[in-house]
Structure formats: structure tokens, C-alpha cells
């Protein structure tokens, strides 16, 4: 439980910021997409021998990158091809995993995740991934932030918007890659924009949002653990719970009073 706890913090502390940029930039169907990339680089990565988070990883930059030059194209809408990716890669993830001779894995760790599996080599990944990625967000914060407020303008300004997109793509895929192992592939979406959606109406800046956004990750990963705990609950689902029902309350609270509690 111990574990479990650490490093479900720690992944809500990075997603939770990053959360707050895939709402602010509307990218929410994009992550779900990349999350559903996933199992096909847990396929990839397992029959290379290769670690599995590190084929979800490239997995998911493959993913944004061919998503980037098929939406030039134009051939069809953006919102369809994120359809067709996200449910054909998650197609073939299941029937590599089906195919591959030999590979035995548990599925359902993988669709759903397994925090209380996670051992002392996973907490020193996921921390250091994590401040990988929070070091990266401190010295790109407000770079990212301009492109997000107005690209033409981050543009004119010099800013480089392609590579900066570029990098918070890779950003995205590092959280996936880690977060799949609190609550799995089908619901690593949720920890990016819940916890980020409970903390825009609390919040008063951008910085007070990403902020609130890890505190409301963080309540959400020890009341699911409790909750698991306590009435033997799928631990994953049951963080996921808690951070729609923190939502929910969220929604109860006057805004003024809210706003003045977080400042």
C-alpha cells in the first residue's frame, strides 16, 4: 500500500499540471487516442525484450507524429482520424499480444492497471520520469503557455510553435507510459483532465490550476486507495472514482468561496 501510494502520487503530481495544458488546448480526444496506443507498444516492447513502457512510449510518439502528417493531408476530419487511430491501434495491440508466440501477459493489469504491483524499481522510474518532465514543464512553462493563449502571436514572437508542440507531445507519451500503471490504458485519460477539470474552477492563474490540479490528483489517488482498501475495490478505478467525485463537489462550491480557499 506503501508503494502504491508513492507512486500514485507521484504520477498524479505530473499529470496534473499536464493535464491543464491538454484542457486549455482542447486535446482531451487526442490523449485518449495516444492512451489506446498504448497496448500496442506494450506488444511491440514485449517482443523486442524490450521494457514494455519504453514501446509505449515510442508507440505513442509514432502515434502523434503520423497523427501530425495525415492531419496535413486533409483527407478527413481531425476528430475521425483520431477515431481511427486510437481504435485501430488499440485493435492491434490485441491481436499482437494475441499473436505473438510464446507472450503470456496479463491483460487486464494492462487495460486497467495494477498500482499495488508496483515494486521499488517502478517508484525510482516514475519519479524520475517525474522530475524529468516537471523539470522540462518549469523551463518551457511559459513558452507552452504562450503557444497555448495564441499560436499566431507565440509565432510572431519568435517562439518555435512546431517544436514546442513537438515536446509537449513527448511530455504526453512519458505520462502515459508511467500512468498506465496506475489505472491502465483505457483510463490513463482521466488522470490528465479530471483532476485538471476540478481545479479550473477553483483556480485564479494558470500556475494556481496546475497546482490545484496535483493537490486534487494526489486527494484522489490516497481516497481510491482507501477506498480499495476498505471494501476490496479494483484500485484503479476506484482513483478514478474519487477524482470524479472530487469534481462533482467541486461543482457544489460557490466559485468565489472555492477561489478564495485555493489563493
Known amino acids: 500500500m506503501l508503494r502504491a501510494l508513492l507512486g500514485g502520487i507521484g504520477v498524479a503530481g505530473v499529470a496534473g499540471p499536464l493535464g491543464c495544458f491538454v484542457i486549455w488546448r482542447h486535446m482531451v480526444y487526442f490523449g485518449a487516442a495516444l492512451a ?3 497496448l500496442l507498444g506494450v506488444a511491440l516492447g514485449l517482443a523486442l525484450g524490450l521494457p514494455a513502457d519504453l514501446g509505449i512510449a515510442v508507440l505513442c510518439l509514432s502515434m502523434a507524429l503520423g497523427f501530425l502528417v495525415l492531419d496535413r493531408s486533409r483527407l478527413v ?19 499482437a499480444l494475441a499473436l505473438v508466440e510464446g507472450l503470456r501477459v496479463d491483460l487486464m ?53 512546431g517544436r514546442l508542440k513537438f515536446l509537449f507531445t513527448i511530455l504526453m507519451a512519458i505520462v502515459i507510459a508511467i500512468g498506465m500503471k496506475v489505472v491502465g490504458i483505457l483510463m490513463v485519460i482521466s488522470l490528465l483532465i479530471i483532476p485538471a477539470a476540478t481545479a479550473r474552477r477553483l483556480a485564479v492563474s494558470p500556475e494556481g490550476m496546475a497546482l490545484a490540479a496535483a493537490s486534487c490528483g494526489a486527494v484522489s489517488v490516497i481516497l481510491g486507495l482507501l477506498g480499495s482498501y476498505w471494501w476490496d475495490l479494483p484500485s484503479g478505478a476506484a482513483i478514478v472514482a474519487a477524482a470524479a467525485g ?13 477561489r478564495l480557499i485555493i489563493s
Open 246 to 258: 472530487l469534481f462533482l463537489l467541486s461543482l457544489g462550491i460557490p466559485e468565489r468561496l472555492a
Open 109 to 161: 493489469s494492462y487495460l486497467f492497471g495494477d498500482i499495488l504491483a508496483l515494486d521499488q524499481i517502478d517508484l525510482l522510474v516514475i519519479y524520475g520520469l517525474m522530475a524529468l518532465v516537471l523539470g522540462v514543464l518549469l523551463v518551457y512553462w511559459r513558452p507552452l503557455l504562450s503557444v497555448t493563449v495564441d499560436e499566431d502571436l507565440a509565432r510572431v514572437e519568435g517562439l518555435a510553435t
Open 77 to 95: 476530419t481531425s476528430d475521425t482520424l483520431l477515431g481511427i487511430l486510437a481504435h485501430g491501434s488499440l485493435a492491434l495491440g490485441l491481436l
Open 36 to 38: 489506446h496506443s498504448a
